[in-house]
């Protein structure tokens, strides 16, 4: 499907910040979409010329329920769901009229149940919910997206075993394979405390998962949590896209600390050596560091 290593795009969230936006607000950078979506068309494309390879959909916290809350009816909501696969191709139609050799995925962005509640509950994964209400929940946004010309799903920042396997329930019958993307809290352990080695070995049996790995993730604990899933599961791709290694406040909703591009850079080529076929960023992972990733996996 694809040619290791695949380099993704970084984080949407700080780079539309970086272009003046106010993202303070339960959608998130889904916001956009109804104010702003040029700006999300933007910042796919400043990606691309970065050295992305993949671009990820802004639909990572935009579901029918968060549309409904700001007043669009449900045929509205749907048509802003699909939007964010929209913008994502009309930046690769961009970039492919520059560059028309190149080879551009789009992953639908699956985002967690925790990123609707929007109280970072996507970083503990104590959600309370059945597999069954977990799968109810992402069902229709699931479809919708599932129903755009993606080449993928990205289902990322999952916390904990449960929603993995309401994901992995839901991609037995979509059209498009999937990754299935985790966010874990140390080198072993999702953040609901289940032991990466282990959805890996359940990951196994699942049909039209493309691929598993880590994102929202602190850097330093990567290479760790690759070496985990080859341990219990030899076959299956990798994907890894973590955070730039700031620390991020619930409270304010903000990031403090630095982070160097280089490092990044030189940390990508570490995980591919390990295992990783696809290689971005996530929160505060802007287009130096992607441009970084890319120069040094593919020199």
């Not at 730039?244 to 990508?268: E, F, L, N, R």
Request: glycine fraction near 8%; charged fraction near 20%.
């Amino acid at each position: 499907m694809i040619n290791s290593p695949l380099i993704l795009d970084g984080g949407l969230s700080n780079a539309l910040e970086q272009e003046g936006a106010d993202l303070n607000h339960h959608l998130w950078s889904a916001k956009l979409l109804i104010e702003q979506s040029e700006m999300i068309e933007k910042v796919h494309y400043n990606y691309l010329r970065a050295g992305a390879r993949c671009i990820i959909t802004s639909s990572y916290q935009a579901t029918i329920d968060g549309f409904l809350k700001e007043g669009k009816s449900n045929t509205e909501s749907i048509e802003l769901l699909k939007q964010t696969t929209a913008l994502a191709v009309n930046a690769k139609n961009k970039f492919l009229q520059e560059q028309p050799k190149e080879k551009i995925f789009i992953a639908g962005s699956i985002g967690p149940y925790g990123a609707f509640l929007a109280d970072g509950s996507e970083y503990r994964g104590n959600y309370n919910k059945s597999v069954e209400e977990l799968v109810a929940f992402h069902q229709k946004r699931f479809s919708i997206i599932d129903n755009t010309a993606i080449d993928f799903l990205a289902c990322e920042t999952v916390p904990s075993f449960d929603e993995v396997k309401a994901i992995a329930t839901l991609l037995k019958s979509a059209k498009h394979k999937g990754w299935i993307s985790c966010s874990c809290k140390d080198g072993m352990h999702l953040n609901d405390g289940t032991p990466i080695r282990e959805v890996a070995e359940f990951l196994k049996e699942e049909a039209n998962v493309y691929a598993m790995g880590v994102n929202c993730t602190k850097p330093i604990y990567i290479s760790s949590l690759i070496k985990e899933i080859r341990k219990a599961n030899k076959e299956i791709k990798i994907v890894v896209y973590p955070n730039s290694g700031q620390v991020y406040h619930t409270d304010t909703k903000t990031w403090s600390g630095i982070s160097d591009p280089h490092h990044c850079g030189m940390m990508a080529q570490e995980w591919v050596k390990l295992g990783a076929d696809i290689v971005g960023g996530c929160c505060q992972m802007g287009y130096t560091h992607i441009k970084a990733m890319s120069e040094s996996i593919t020199k």
